[in-house]
């Protein structure tokens, strides 16, 4: 399974950005995906996660402003980022369980994207 990011970029505060994650999870029976963030010298951070029902969970500093979405037919996973804050600066990175539930948490991580750079000024 590999996990693409991109959409990442450079934006002024207020702005928006769009990160999708390409992923190839077709046949998976079901799934819990989601986003993690991590800025330099602080820990990774869950950001949103999602089922493959369409059950999500968003860490506090960023509900009401972020949006997870999947499009299973089309193998994606998206954050919308809206009202985007400078400390929301940090390399975005999606991560997908396979055949499991997020049941309110975030996925484990069995599988990674490389990464995607957000900063916001």
């Known amino acids: 399974v590999q996990l693409v990011e991109s959409g990442g970029g450079s934006v002024q505060a207020g702005g928006s950005l769009r990160l999708s994650c390409t992923s190839s999870?077709?046949?998976?029976?079901?799934?819990?995906m989601g986003w993690f963030r991590r800025a330099p010298e602080k820990e990774r951070e869950g950001v949103a996660s999602?089922?493959?029902?369409?059950?999500?969970t968003y860490g506090d500093s960023v509900k009401g402003r972020f949006t997870i979405s999947v499009d299973n037919a089309k193998n994606m996973l998206y954050l919308e980022m809206n009202s985007l804050k400078p400390e929301d600066s940090a390399t975005y990175y999606c991560a997908a369980d396979e055949d499991t539930f997020c049941r309110g948490e975030y996925p484990t991580g069995n599988y990674w994207g490389q990464g995607t750079q957000v900063t916001v000024s």
């Open positions: 999602i089922d493959h029902d369409g059950g999500t």
């Open positions: 999870t077709y046949g998976w029976n079901s799934y819990c």
